[in-house]
């Protein structure tokens, strides 16, 4: 169970496009979903907590004009990368839980290259 | 922000040893727990030890938590070539539900 399922896997963009990806809970609903941003060798990153029907929650130092983050069911959450730029290349990896649950459920991550 | 740091940053043992790795982090927690994450792939659950327990067993796991040294330890026993992976701990604030990951430690079993 709490299978959690992103897409796409891997994605190449040309620079200045948007890139929109997808989080969903296949076996639960998520009354919280996490999005996370990992480099090469590090750890990862808390980008913005969302929960769903209200407005995310951006870590600080991260823009919410340019990481799009909607959660309009219980079971699917997008982040859209606006106007990617080559430094947005990173692995996105979301995950969901749900009230009370303090273990989080990860995607498989997606790999964003932006040429 | 990152609050936890892992030791080593990397560890290299021959399959049957066992492997230990060490977190530790700065604010009062909730819980802590273990992730393990295969390269280029999301991270799987391994283990929760709640802020009032020392000391928890799953398998060939062995966590340790020491709220007073803010400190927690990773045994595996054992090891097998698929225990090969990055291990991260993270810590929950009392007030919320996010996490917070330590650096990680990559753990490489030789056979």
């Known amino acids: 169970g709490a299978v959690v399922s992103q897409h796409p896997s891997r994605v190449i963009c040309k620079s200045g496009t948007s890139v929109k990806i997808e989080c969903r809970s296949l076996?639960?609903?998520?009354?919280?979903m996490f999005w996370y941003r990992q480099f090469p060798k590090q750890s990862l990153m808390l980008m913005a907590t969302s929960n769903e029907g209200s407005k995310a929650t951006y870590e600080q130092g991260v823009e919410k004009d340019k990481f799009l983050i909607n959660h309009a069911s219980l079971t699917l959450s997008t982040l859209t990368v606006t106007s990617a730029h080559p430094e947005d290349s990173s692995f996105y990896i979301c995950?969901?839980?749900?009230?009370?649950?303090?273990?989080?459920?990860f995607g498989p991550g997606t790999r964003l290259l932006v040429l | 922000s990152q609050q936890g740091e892992e030791d080593p940053q990397a560890l290299s043992i021959q399959e049957g040893e066992n492997a230990t790795m060490n977190c530790s982090y700065k604010?009062?927690?909730?819980?802590l727990q273990w992730y393990r994450q295969n390269s280029g792939r999301g991270l799987v659950h391994l283990i929760l030890?709640?802020?009032?327990?020392r000391e928890k067993h799953s398998g060939r796991l062995r966590v340790t938590l020491d709220t007073s040294k803010k400190s927690s330890s990773l045994l595996i026993t054992a090891s097998r070539a698929a225990d090969t992976a990055s291990y991260f701990c993270?810590?929950?604030?009392?007030?919320?539900?996010?996490?917070?990951f330590g650096a990680g430690t990559i753990l490489r079993v030789k056979s």
């Open positions: 076996d639960f609903q998520a009354t919280t």
């Open positions: 995950s969901a839980s749900w009230t009370g649950k303090k273990t989080q459920y």
């Open positions: 993270a810590t929950d604030a009392r007030d919320g539900n996010k996490l917070v």
């Open positions: 030890i709640r802020s009032n327990e």
């Open positions: 604010t009062s927690i909730n819980n």
